[in-house]
């Protein structure tokens, strides 16, 4: 028989079995592990949406003792829909909550082909609205089959330019005001996005760390979690902690922050999902001119510490957070010796798995170099 610790949430197998005092034990020697892992012991809460939030911050031990740095990953592949974007998709709603823009029974509209569209799909499950998903023909089954079983209507759409009207995002805007109560949440210019992070994931950073943080990175795709959580960090910090900016190939932020705004270049393209922008987004745009530099992140680089994070220190992340690693690993080495840094943890690998792991994928991409031959053990997937 299990017994269910209500305040930890552990289960602990056939205690029947023990006596009482040593039971008692046990259960605070268990509250004590979980406290020390920054587990609150003695809360429940409400649902999908009381469960955002509040990640881990996990210290990357390997990787801190070869730069001779702090380096830490915020752990946002445990939110409840699996990435960083429950934070994003919860803020939007609740904003249009706030500004009474929705009522009850009401129709959230977004276009996306991602990460939002799933943590937008669990919320409006949670909070009994309709969801409504455009996004491009060109996506997977299995980003459609997912979005679906999660109670989501979705349209996939001609995969053409921004330009163009029938773009999906236009699609979605369109839907949405040609409907009753509804919304088009619209997270690469709704602010509300950055809001979320300046309003969770900075202040958990902050004391998580103890305020001490002297550098903050990561990659963008809307710019919400980088300018939310480096507008939080830099007021907190009096301007001392520094925000940098990470990129992968084919996006134009490295060129335009190097540049002072000057300069809007691209070149190549990149294997990472959600991440890399062709303009300044009103997030970012919240924040641009306090980030303290940016540079590119080659996907060979990206791929080699995929593979090491999940050899090292047991974890299976996307490619975006593996881009992060790897910024986070150049810029302690930028800050020196005992410098803290800390990076986002953006979801797991599991979405990605048949690419990521498969080598005939690998090859085609002229990545299956990139992973060190000691680690190749690990690309099982033909
Ligand atoms: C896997 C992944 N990483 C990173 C990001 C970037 O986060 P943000 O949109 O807050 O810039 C996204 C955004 O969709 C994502 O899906």
């Not at 960083?84 to 129709?107: F, H, M, N, S, W």
């Not at 001392?240 to 922050?257: C, E, F, K, M, N």
């Not at 990149?270 to 303009?279: C, F, P, V, Y």
């Amino acid at each position: 028989m299990a017994m269910h610790d209500s305040r930890n949430g552990l289960y602990l197998s056939h205690v029947p079995n023990l006596s009482s005092t040593r039971t008692t034990t046990m259960l605070s020697s268990l509250r004590l592990a979980a406290r020390s892992r920054g587990f609150a012991t003695h809360s429940t809460v409400q649902g999908f949406n009381g469960a955002v939030g509040n990640t881990p911050l996990i210290y990357l031990k390997g990787l801190s003792e070869k730069t001779g740095a702090h380096i830490y990953g915020k752990a946002e592949f445990q939110n409840p829909g699996g990435s960083v974007k429950d934070r994003a998709a919860l803020g939007l709603v609740q904003d249009a909550e706030e500004q009474g823009l929705i009522k009850p029974g009401g129709t959230i509209v977004e276009g996306t082909a991602g990460n939002t569209g799933i943590g937008l799909a669990h919320v409006c499950r949670a909070k009994g609205y309709k969801c409504v998903i455009y996004m491009p023909n060109t996506q997977s089954q299995e980003k459609i089959d997912l979005l679906r079983m999660l109670g989501a209507d979705v349209r996939p759409v001609p995969a053409v330019a921004f330009e163009n009207p029938l773009n999906y995002n236009h699609q979605a805007r369109e839907f949405a005001e040609s409907i009753e109560n509804a919304i088009w949440t619209n997270q690469f210019d709704n602010t509300a996005n950055a809001k979320a992070h300046y309003l969770t994931t900075g202040p958990e950073i902050w004391e998580q760390t103890q305020g001490r943080v002297d550098g903050f990175i990561c990659a963008t795709g809307t710019g919400g979690t980088l300018a939310g959580v480096g507008k939080y960090l830099k007021e907190k910090s009096d301007g001392r902690a520094q925000i940098w900016l990470a990129d992968p190939p084919g996006s134009v932020l490295t060129s335009y922050v190097t540049s002072g705004g000057k300069l809007i270049e691209r070149s190549g393209s990149s294997i990472t999902e959600g991440i890399g922008q062709g303009r300044i987004t009103d997030n970012l745009a919240t924040f641009i001119n306090d980030i303290s530099g940016a540079f590119t992140v080659p996907d060979e680089k990206s791929i080699a510490t995929l593979y090491e994070l999940l050899d090292t220190e047991g974890l299976y992340l996307g490619a975006s957070t593996a881009l992060n690693v790897v910024a986070a690993v150049e810029l302690a080495q930028k800050l020196g010796r005992g410098s803290r840094v800390v990076t986002i943890l953006c979801d797991g690998a599991y979405r990605y798995q048949s690419r990521l792991f498969s080598k005939k994928w690998l090859e085609s991409k002229g990545l299956e170099d990139a992973i060190p031959s000691h680690l190749k053990k690990y690309a099982v997937l033909d």
